[in-house]
């Protein structure tokens, strides 16, 4: 079991937050958390890149010189590879790098993540984070007041929140998803996480990972 303290917006500790990492993940497989990062950047590759081979290049296809008699090595056109201004003799052709994991997988390893962020306390609690207007200054002050303004920083929220997100979006090195868009990628980049207890009830009530049944219930 944690517990996590709780801060106002101006940094003072208002009270505290108990949660078990243990009920996020029963346990955590860094070879999942890998596969599902590597994934998620895999997909980022927009996969335009394109270089030209011979057919592409521009140049005579008439061959150079004789085959035989001259003492050189044998040549083709210059529109070859292996000569200069030639193309390329594997060229690289658009392609679609993207792939996708099981669901189930990919939700274990968000959990994951995020019950290893618990447990190595690098997450941050605050009472409430409410704008009635976007107030990026503000946002700054409060992470400054919580220590988060020299790091990057993940803020999480219960749902969709506009103030919020316009409070933070021109913060340099600062982010903001709502829990139920979070994923293994997001949750391990940044260095630190800030959520509202209301988030982590949102979080805790998101169902998980079935738990294996013991001898006794399977033989029942």
């Known amino acids: 079991m944690a517990t996590l303290p709780i801060y106002n917006k101006t940094g003072a500790e208002v009270g505290s937050y108990e949660i078990d990492p243990a009920q996020l993940a029963p346990r955590i497989s860094k070879q999942l958390m890998h596969d599902a990062v590597v994934m998620y950047q895999t997909n980022l590759r927009q996969g335009t890149v394109r270089t030209k081979n011979r057919s592409d290049v521009a140049g005579t296809t008439k061959k150079m010189y004789r085959q035989k008699g001259t003492g050189n090595a044998r040549a083709g056109s210059r529109r070859s590879g292996i000569r200069r201004g030639g193309g390329h003799i594997h060229a690289i052709r658009p392609r679609d790098w993207s792939y996708r994991l099981p669901k189930k997988a990919l939700r274990i390893a968000t959990r994951m993540a995020l019950a290893s962020r618990i447990a190595d306390n690098e997450v941050t609690l605050i009472d409430q984070l409410a704008f009635e207007q976007p107030k990026t200054g503000e946002m700054a002050k409060i992470l400054k007041a919580l220590k ?38 997001e949750v391990l980049r940044p260095r630190r996480l800030l959520m509202t207890p209301a988030a982590m009830d949102v979080l805790k009530a998101r169902p998980g990972p079935a738990k294996p049944q013991t001898a006794s219930e399977q033989a029942s």
């Open 148 to 185: 988060l303004d020299q790091q990057t920083v993940l803020v999480a929220t219960p749902g969709l929140d506009a103030n919020v997100f316009k409070s933070i979006r021109n913060i340099d090195g600062v982010s903001v998803l709502p829990v139920t868009e979070l994923n293994a990628l």
